[in-house]
């Protein structure tokens, strides 16, 4: 027999089924995060039709700033599997980019004392190669 009284039982948490905008939430953000991450990974190998490739190839390294979009859609869908997912595409633009970011060497070319060398070519005028331009 014990001389202090019973300790009361802790409530037991119930969790209640996301609701249907949750759910469509956590699909927009996998939706997002696949989308992103393919559109990162492979940017260089979509054809230029109207021009659109070319845009999508400069507009690669901005397809990061999707990331902290999804987070905030993620955030609000109150589910941790799509902050877990939301690293598939940081991971790739992490990969894709950042090695041209944060340089492996940092070695530098030689400045020299007085040089400022301008150069530019049309590629759509058929002038030839990039060396003949340069010449």
Not at 41 to 46: D, V
Not at 55 to 62: E, I
Not at 78 to 99: E, H, K, Q
Request: glycine content about 6%; charged content about 10%.
């Amino acid at each position: 027999m014990s001389v202090y009284p019973p300790r009361p039982r802790a409530a037991k948490r119930t969790r209640r089924p996301p609701s249907r905008a949750q759910r469509f939430l956590r699909f927009l953000v996998f939706l997002g995060a696949l989308g992103t991450a393919l559109l990162i990974a492979f940017h260089t190998r979509i054809p230029d039709a109207l021009g659109l490739g070319l845009l999508l190839d400069n507009a690669a390294p901005w397809l990061g700033l999707v990331v902290p979009l999804l987070l905030l859609v993620a955030l609000s869908s109150r589910s941790r599997t799509s902050l877990v997912v939301l690293l598939v595409p940081a991971l790739t633009w992490i990969l894709a980019f950042g090695p041209a970011i944060v340089p492996l060497s940092w070695t530098a070319p030689a400045s020299a004392a007085h040089t400022l060398t301008v150069s530019s070519q049309n590629t759509k005028a058929g002038t030839g190669a990039a060396a003949q331009s340069a010449r």
